[in-house]
């Protein structure tokens, strides 16, 4: 009988790479997976990305790992990299450029095969970087229309209108929209769809991104001292959803008997409200599994652009119920 130490290096590893199935034979292939079991064997990850001129390795940036959409999707890329053979190192740019070009510099040092990234506001410099060095990478929920690049999204627009309608249909009047102080392309363009259901009936209250409570505060004041006070809000974002809650709850108006609401993005915190939130559902697992596969693509095809954009999902409950 061979002994272990007598099976050539090419078909160790054949067996334990899985290649050439079929063409070994099922008794030989059992006794290598046997040895390298016995031998406590770990494949030799740096000689195998050396001979395949990769790291084998994806670098992630996330607006806010606090954030629970950031720290969703960092966990659905993180498994679907995975499934690939690929391991994810990731930060969080706490929605500053200059920590997002911090990050980029660290990431490319640790020489990642490519790049998912949630830009801030203010970094198209740092995206036309990444294409002038002709390093993969996709951009992920936030994208600039100004920039060709592989992309995947939602379609932001049609979201917020879907909710927009959806407070219509269930005979709400006067709507106001809270909503980001930002140049970032896919924000505003929840506020467009908002507001070009509304017209001149939307009052909006834009919030500045350091001053969140405060000024979440100011614009639903100012919603409910109009002369036809808002009978319904819908937020653009989950943060700025849960700080409204917070602020309505403290005046006691009721949920949804004097103001209906409509936030966007899942969290926890909707179902622990007195009236359950009803919310715009994103498809996170896609957006992460179509980011990863577009990014294996683009490291294989450097020539590829490609966007990708997904429909959303209006969860309607006890917040937004129809009026009696």
Known sequence: MQRRSEYRPRLVSYVLNNKKEGRISKEITAKIKQAAIDLNYQPNHIARSLQAQKTMTIGLI???????????????????AQKAGYSVIFGSSDEKASKTEKLIKLFLNRQVD??????????????Q????????????????????????????????????????????????????ATALHHLNERKRGAIDLLGDDAAVG?????????????????????PEPVDAVFFSTNLLTVAGLKYLNSLNVKVPDQVAVVGFDETDAFDLFYAPVSYVKQPMTDLGREAVNLLLETIDDSSLQKSVTLDTELVARQSSVLLR
Do not use: W
Request: aromatic share 10%.
């Open 114 to 127: 490519g790049f998912i990234i949630a830009f801030p506001e203010n970094t198209q410099t740092q995206a």
């Open 129 to 180: 970087y990444l294409k002038q060095i002709g390093i993969p990478f996709v951009m992920i929920d936030r994208y600039f229309p100004e920039i060709t690049s592989n992309c995947v999204s939602i379609n932001n627009y049609s979201a917020a209108a879907s909710a927009i309608n959806h407070l219509l249909e269930n005979g709400r009047r006067k709507i106001g929209i809270v909503t980001y």
């Open 206 to 226: 834009e919030i500045r991104i350091d001053h969140v409570a405060e000024d979440v505060a100011e614009a639903i004041a100012g919603f409910l001292a109009l």
């Open 62 to 80: 996330v607006a806010d790992i606090a954030n629970p959409f950031s720290s969703q999707i960092a966990r659905i890329i993180e498994d679907e």
